[in-house]
């Protein structure tokens, strides 16, 4: 065996299960979607506008937009200057985001045990089970 097949058959792909059959369970829900959201609903419910918010953290608008819709993971300066132009800590902001987070992970932990998974070995089951990684990877030759 040449140098160059034995480099090749050290390579592993990876590559993710296929999903199993069945409804497709719920992914656990990502911290910069759950801040989003809480900065989004307080910003909503004190019936202030995007432009307004992002003029009074010094943030584009765009990008408060992008950050509210889940789609950017927002720093914490500027997270803490959106809390600010709202009226809250960075402290308040994610002790909100922190209990979004406990709600949909039981939410979301309720939905698995109904697909027949019990959780990890060596793992209680509870609250707290289902999270962490979001998917399993396996090794593949």
Known sequence: MTIR?????????????????????SREPLWRDLVGEVLRRERRSQGRTLKDV???????????SEVERGRKEASSE?????AQALGLTLADLL???????????AAHSRSIGHHGHHGHPGRP????????????????A
């Open 5 to 25: 097949e034995t480099n090749r058959a050290r390579v592993i792909p990876l590559r993710p299960l296929p999903a199993p059959p069945g409804p497709a369970p």
């Open 54 to 64: 992002a003029a009074a953290a010094r943030i584009s608008m765009p990008y408060l």
């Open 78 to 82: 500027v997270l803490a200057a959106a």
């Open 95 to 105: 002790a909100l985001a922190q209990g979004e987070l406990i709600r949909l992970s």
């Open 125 to 140: 089951a509870g609250p707290g089970a289902g999270s962490g990684a979001m998917g399993t990877v396996r090794l593949a």
